[in-house]
C-alpha cells in the first residue's frame, strides 16, 4: 500500500465514518432518554434511501401508505384513551374533544394530506431539494408513531423488555420494507458530480456533502442541546429521568422528540450514502449496527466519544476492505469485543434505576 491509496482509503474511512457517527449520536441520544436500544435505527437509513429512490424512479413510495396506517393506529390507541377520560369525568368534555381534534389532525389528516400530495408529484420529474423535503416528511414522522405504539406504554419496563420490543419492532420494520420495496435495490443520482483536487489526491464531491452535512449536523445538535430549552430538557432527562419528572419535564414527550430525531438523521444518512452504494429493503441493518459499535465505545452516554468511536470504526472498515475485504465486516465487530471486555472490567455494576 502507497500514500496515495492509504489516502483514497482515508477519505472512503472518513465519509463512511461520518455517517457512522451520526447514527452513533442517535443511538446515544434515544438510549439516555428512553433507555432503548434503537435496533430499528437502520430501518430509518433504508427506508430514506429507497423512497429517495422511488421518488426519482416516478414510483409511488409506500412509506407513505405507512405513515397513514400508523397514523390511524395512534389515533384510535389516543380516541380509546379519550373514550376513558370522558367516562370517568364527564366534566372534561371540551377539553378531551380538543385533544381528539387535534390528535386526529396530526395523525390522521395531515398524513393523508401528505399521502394525497406525495401521490401527484410522484410521477412529475422533481428538483433533488425537493424529493430531499419530501422524503423527509414521509419518513421522519414514523418516528414518534412507532415511539407512541411500541415504546410509549412500556416506558417504565426494563431495558432487556426494551431490547426484545425493539428487536421486534426491527424485524417488523424490515418484513414492511421487504413488501414496499421489494428484494431488489436502488441507488440515487449523487448530488454532485465534482472532484476536488487536494495535493494531487482526488475527492469526490459526494464525499464532501457526506462529510460537510455531517459536521452542520453534529454541530446543529450540539447547539440544540446547549442553547434551546427543549434541548436542555431532553439533556435533563437522560441523566435523571425522576428528576426532570419532579421539575415538570414530561417524559413521554422526550421520548418523542428523541425519536423524532432519531429518525431526521436515519433519514438524511439514507439520503446521503444512496448514491454511493446499492440500498437494500435489509441494508439498514448493517449500517445501523457499526453506528452502534461507535456508540458502544462511548458507552451509549458520551456523544464526543461516541462519535470519535465511529469515525475510527469507518476508517477501520475502509483499510480492512484493502487487506481482507471478504472479513471487513468481521474485523469491525470484532472491535466490540475487547471495547465490552474493558467497559466490564473497569465500570462499577449497580442496579437499574427504578
Known amino acids: 500500500m502507497d500514500l496515495s491509496i492509504a489516502a483514497i482509503l482515508a477519505q472512503d474511512g472518513i465519509a463512511s465514518g461520518a455517517i457512522y457517527a451520526l447514527l452513533a449520536l442517535a443511538l446515544v441520544l434515544v438510549f439516555s432518554v ?3 436500544v434503537l435496533i430499528p435505527q437502520g430501518e430509518f437509513v433504508a427506508f430514506g434511501a429507497l423512497t429517495m429512490a422511488a421518488l426519482q424512479a416516478h414510483v409511488f413510495p409506500q412509506t407513505v401508505t405507512l405513515l397513514v396506517a400508523l397514523g390511524v393506529l395512534v389515533f384510535l390507541i389516543e380516541a380509546c ?3 376513558g377520560v370522558l367516562r370517568r369525568h364527564p366534566e372534561r368534555r371540551n377539553t378531551t374533544v380538543r385533544l381528539l381534534l387535534i390528535g386526529f389532525a396530526r395523525d390522521v389528516f395531515l398524513p393523508a394530506l401528505l399521502w394525497i400530495a406525495v401521490r401527484s408529484l410522484a410521477v412529475q420529474a422533481l428538483p433533488m431539494p425537493v424529493q430531499v423535503v419530501l422524503t423527509l416528511a414521509v419518513v421522519v414522522p414514523t418516528g414518534p408513531f412507532i415511539y407512541r405504539l411500541a415504546f410509549q406504554p412500556l416506558a417504565e419496563a426494563s431495558v432487556l423488555v426494551l431490547l426484545i ?5 426491527h424485524f417488523a420494520l424490515t418484513g414492511l420494507g421487504l413488501v414496499m420495496f421489494g428484494a431488489e435495490g436502488s441507488r440515487t443520482t449523487a448530488f454532485t458530480d465534482a472532484r476536488v483536487d487536494l495535493g494531487g489526491l482526488s475527492v469526490a464531491g459526494q464525499s464532501i456533502v ?5 459536521a452542520i449536523l453534529i454541530v446543529a445538535l450540539y447547539l440544540y442541546f446547549e442553547r434551546t430549552l427543549s434541548g436542555k430538557a431532553l439533556r435533563a432527562t437522560a441523566i435523571n429521568r425522576l428528576g426532570a419528572q419532579l421539575v415538570g419535564i414530561g417524559t413521554i414527550g422526550a421520548g418523542r422528540l428523541a425519536f423524532t430525531l432519531a429518525a431526521a438523521i436515519g433519514t438524511v444518512c439514507g439520503i446521503l450514502i444512496a448514491p454511493l452504494t446499492t440500498i437494500y429493503y435489509d441494508s439498514g441493518f448493517l449500517i445501523g449496527l457499526k453506528g452502534f459499535v461507535g456508540a458502544i465505545i462511548g458507552g451509549l452516554a458520551s456523544y464526543p466519544v461516541a ?8 476508517l477501520l472498515e475502509a483499510y480492512a476492505s484493502f487487506w481482507a475485504s471478504a472479513f471487513k465486516e468481521v474485523i469491525v465487530f470484532t472491535l466490540i469485543i475487547p471495547i465490552l471486555l474493558w467497559r466490564s472490567l473497569h465500570a462499577s455494576h449497580t442496579d437499574e434505576d427504578e
Open 34 to 36: 428512553t433507555r432503548v
Open 81 to 83: 384513551g379519550c373514550i
Open 165 to 169: 420490543v425493539a428487536v421486534g419492532v
Open 210 to 214: 457526506i462529510i460537510g452535512v455531517a
Open 307 to 314: 462519535a470519535a468511536g465511529a469515525i475510527t470504526v469507518g
